[in-house]
């Protein structure tokens, strides 16, 4: 998908427009996963007692659960080849606005649908957008509290009332991009359906393209090899040549030829040592950017776990502010309590004693 929304296989750059995202669809999908799942994955790991049940990288994780989709994909064009055969580029370049405010439709109708990318493609007959994203739903019971949705989200019922509503917000904006008053032709029945990745003939192509590269990468390899060691074999004879004496019926290498073959050794040495060196480099730079995706993604973790706890720091100084003065309150009344009861003790002895006095008065009068 990267490398077909994106043109990397043909390098046809000028031909595209991305609306939204970035140029690398895998890194913008891998950034949605971190800014949607990365709490609840922390949440969930943090419920887990078993290691072996935390979820480590929730990206790959998914890409791995067959009973879930990583990615959905909308693609939409407005018009058909009849329409768009005889327009200028700079009439089909107009389409940039209209597909603009789709993707901004699109968010609004589905916000359950949180788009990763979105790149218009002008280097076919009609203009068309394609948007990728992940349908998400929460409150679920089981694993994560969120989770990708797309059986949820988009059903049958939901994926006719957003092709309406896309369809109206879409002439809506062409007509007041382009200044018309077009409509749009009746819906056809029996269009809409779920396409899986391997039934596109834009993946089966590519996939044949990377295959033939393959085999190609790999029979370069060998002949490489091959022809290093014919290289060490043609020079260890012209090493071993022995002069001999001049004879007019026989040939010999003058020592002119011997060197220019020798430096031609040296050359296929050389070339075939770049080649090697190529295909480590390449090795070595997805090592080094899988690395350095790596250490940067556990960074953003890392912090993103600093924040929460300093969130928790945070409400717990809130809370312990709180107790403070309701102690400070409590124990104010307290004191306002001892000198009521102080009051009230000497009232009490006040009476008491005048109680006693009037006694012994009565018992002296009998």
């Known amino acids: 998908m990267n490398k077909h929304n994106l043109r990397d296989y043909v390098y046809d750059k000028e031909n595209i427009q991305i609306i939204y995202g970035t140029d690398n669809l895998y890194e913008d999908m891998q950034n949605l996963y971190f800014q949607e799942f990365e709490q609840e994955r922390i949440e969930y790991n943090n419920k887990q007692t078993r290691e072996d049940r935390k979820i480590k990288d929730y990206f790959k994780h998914i890409s791995q659960d067959k009973q879930k989709d990583l990615a959905c994909e909308f693609i939409i064009e407005l018009g058909d080849m009849d329409f768009w055969n005889y327009k200028d580029d700079y009439y089909k370049m107009g389409m940039s606005q209209v597909y603009k405010e789709q993707v901004r439709d699109l968010i609004r109708i589905v916000p359950e649908f949180k788009v990763a990318n979105a790149v218009i493609h002008f280097d076919e007959t009609s203009p068309h957008i394609h948007i990728v994203g992940v349908p998400i739903k929460e409150d679920y019971k089981r694993g994560m509290r969120k989770q990708p949705a797309k059986s949820k989200v988009f059903t049958k ?167 403070d003065k309701i102690i400070g309150r409590l124990q104010t009344e307290k004191e306002k309590i001892k000198q009521e009861l102080q009051k009230f003790k000497g009232f009490w002895h006040s009476i008491m004693s005048h109680f006693h006095k009037r006694i012994c008065y009565d018992k002296d009068d009998c």
């Open 157 to 323: 019922e939901s994926l006719q009332q957003i092709q309406d509503e896309m369809r109206n917000c879409c002439i809506k904006s062409y007509n007041k991009v382009y200044c018309e008053n077009s409509l749009l032709k009746q819906k056809k029945k029996g269009r809409n359906r779920d396409i899986d990745i391997k039934d596109m003939g834009d993946y089966r192509e590519i996939k044949r393209q990377l295959e033939k590269k393959e085999e190609r990468l790999k029979e370069a390899n060998t002949q490489t090899k091959q022809l290093d060691n014919s290289s060490k074999d043609i020079k260890e004879i012209l090493d071993n040549l022995k002069p001999t004496l001049m004879n007019k019926n026989n040939m010999v290498i003058s020592n002119e030829d011997v060197q220019k073959i020798k430096n031609y050794t040296e050359d296929v040495k050389d070339i075939t040592q770049t080649v090697r060196s190529v295909n480590d480099l390449n090795m070595a730079i997805r090592d080094f950017e899988h690395s350095a995706f790596e250490i940067k993604k556990e960074n953003r973790s890392l912090k993103y776990e600093i924040e929460l706890k300093d969130n928790e720091i945070g409400n717990l100084k809130k809370e312990l502010s709180t107790k």
